[in-house]
């Protein structure tokens, strides 16, 4: 363990001791608290006049007498939870000491926790402190789609789509299955983007929780021959992820490249489930696939040439499409899983293909992320650096933005 840093359970003691020390001492800040416990009573002077009057004054000396006590049961808690020791000890003297408590609805167990819970959110945002990985899921739809609309570009569908399938997954009291998206397009459209800022929303930890993992079909599973063994490792992965989260990320990119059978391994998480379970699961599927990428240019493709701005092309049409191809693909392994014909896929994403002035607009964010200065000129010089397609109109980026970071090294100053 390295110098400086205390482990989780007593770092979390620290904080806690020395917000109870704050709680339960006296005095103005800066001075040294008296030798006397923090929960025995304050003696002086009872004032007969003023603003305050006898009756108040003995009320509120009740209430801080209370509280005092409150503070000795916080920390005779803690060092129970996060020491382990003491505890049998303590029990019979904490159930007397509960009772000094004036109100009805402050009783210790309610406040206790919610003080704890809250201090407990607060440590984890600074490290790694749970054992299920649940305190760290933060579900900011709202600086998603911020995101989104300011990074991702040409992309109206995808963004409409994913925020919305989110949103209403994330409020559902007790969805009936896992959610199921399916990004399809050109590579350098926004897939792996976008499936990076989904985790990085929803986990403190991006892609680096323990409740997100990342499965690339090429690497995690390159000999066909090893399938069964794959298999067994896949759905043992997942198990274990569920079972130390309640909401997890599974992230599959190059989907078209998965055997089949990997893809019939995950199914059963997929599927519909009795929603009256009691540990509800919220597993979350994304599948990146460069399938269906030349029916999703087509249309665009057809708008152009009709004169008819790309953000009028609508969900509806695109995904009807998308479903018919990837269904009757006979050389996909993909489609012979089955998910589709099942309607476990919930949403079918389509990613556009980006025209030049998306181009543009992803060089201007490498600048910028570098802190790099540059120039309308210069993003349209490296805008032109990318090929264009189809042969006549040179309308669509064929690797989108995917290489543009690299691009920008060449025209800086």
């Not at 997100?212 to 298999?231: A, E, G, M, Q, T």
């Not at 990428?293 to 040439?305: D, P, Q, S």
């Not at 210069?378 to 933005?401: I, R």
Request: proline share 6%; hydrophobic share 40%.
């Amino acid at each position: 363990m390295g110098q400086g840093r205390l482990p989780p359970r007593r770092g979390l003691g620290c904080c806690l001791l020395v917000l109870l020390l704050l709680l339960g001492g006296s005095g103005s800040p800066g001075t040294p608290p008296r030798p006397r416990e923090p929960w025995a009573e304050e003696q002086g002077p009872v004032p007969e006049g003023g603003p305050w009057g006898r009756a108040r004054y003995e009320a509120v000396k009740k209430h801080l007498g209370a509280v005092g006590a409150l503070s000795k049961q916080y920390w005779q808690y803690v060092a129970c939870k996060v020491w382990q020791k003491d505890c049998e000890e303590e029990e019979e003297k904490e159930q007397e000491e509960r009772e000094l408590v004036p109100f009805p609805g402050w009783g210790f167990p309610l406040v206790g926790q919610d003080y704890l819970e809250i201090l407990s959110s607060w440590y984890c945002s600074f490290g790694k402190c749970c054992e299920t990985g649940d305190c760290r899921i933060i579900n900011n739809i709202t600086g998603l789609e911020a995101d989104l609309s300011g990074q991702l570009h040409g992309q109206h569908l995808a963004k409409e789509a994913v925020i919305r399938a989110l949103q209403g997954f994330l409020q559902s009291p007790r969805p009936q299955k896992a959610l199921v998206l399916s990004f399809h397009g050109w590579s350098g459209t926004g897939k792996n983007f976008v499936a990076r800022l989904v985790a990085s929303h929803l986990f403190r930890d991006g892609l680096r929780s323990e409740c997100v993992r990342v499965f690339i079909s090429l690497l995690h599973f390159p000999h066909h021959n090893y399938v069964d063994s794959y298999k067994a490792q896949l759905q043992r992965q997942i198990s274990e992820t569920l079972q130390r989260c309640r909401q997890a990320l599974f992230i599959f990119d190059e989907a078209e490249k998965l055997h089949s059978s990997l893809l019939d391994a995950v199914r059963p998480f997929m599927a519909h489930h009795d929603t009256g379970q009691e540990d509800q699961q919220r597993p979350i599927f994304l599948f990146l696939s460069n399938l269906g990428g030349n029916t999703i240019n087509e249309v665009a493709l057809e708008f152009w040439r009709a004169g008819r701005a790309r953000e009028e092309i609508s969900m509806e049409l695109l995904e009807q499409r998308l479903r018919l191809e990837l269904q009757e693909a006979a050389d996909s392994s993909y489609a012979h899983s089955h998910l589709l014909r099942e309607q476990l896929i919930d949403v079918v994403v389509p990613f556009l293909p980006l025209e030049l002035h998306h181009v543009k607009l992803c060089a201007r964010d490498a600048f910028l992320a570098r802190g790099l200065p540059y120039s309308e000129a210069t993003l349209e010089q490296v805008a032109q650096t990318m090929v264009f397609v189809p042969k006549e109109e040179k309308l669509f980026s064929a690797q989108g933005c995917k290489a543009v970071p690299q691009r920008i090294n060449y025209f800086l100053p």
